[in-house]
């Protein structure tokens, strides 16, 4: 899956790893910035809706094979 698209297309700003889980993906404008990162984890903003970026390619919705990798997202019809 296409994190840093999503984000970009969502809002104009960079994926970020911040849990190696499948819920770990976040969308942050200012990448390796430290306070930048717990501030949007602290307001919950920039969430990456992994369903949403599917839908956007024309698919149904979004799963995941292993939730301890965050890699591990794929579309579903």
């Known amino acids: 899956m296409d994190v840093e698209s999503y ?3 969502a ?3 960079h994926a970020d790893l ?3 889980n499948v819920y770990g993906w976040m969308c942050n404008p ?3 910035n ?3 990162r717990q501030l949007w984890r602290l ?3 920039g969430n990456v809706d992994m369903v949403k970026q599917c839908q956007r390619q024309g698919w149904r919705s979004a799963t995941y094979s292993d939730y301890n990798n965050p890699y591990s997202w794929y579309c579903i019809h």
């Open 7 to 9: 984000c970009q297309w």
């Open 11 to 13: 809002y104009g700003y």
């Open 18 to 20: 911040v849990n190696w």
């Open 30 to 32: 200012v990448p390796g």
């Open 34 to 36: 430290e306070y930048y």
């Open 43 to 45: 307001y919950n903003q």
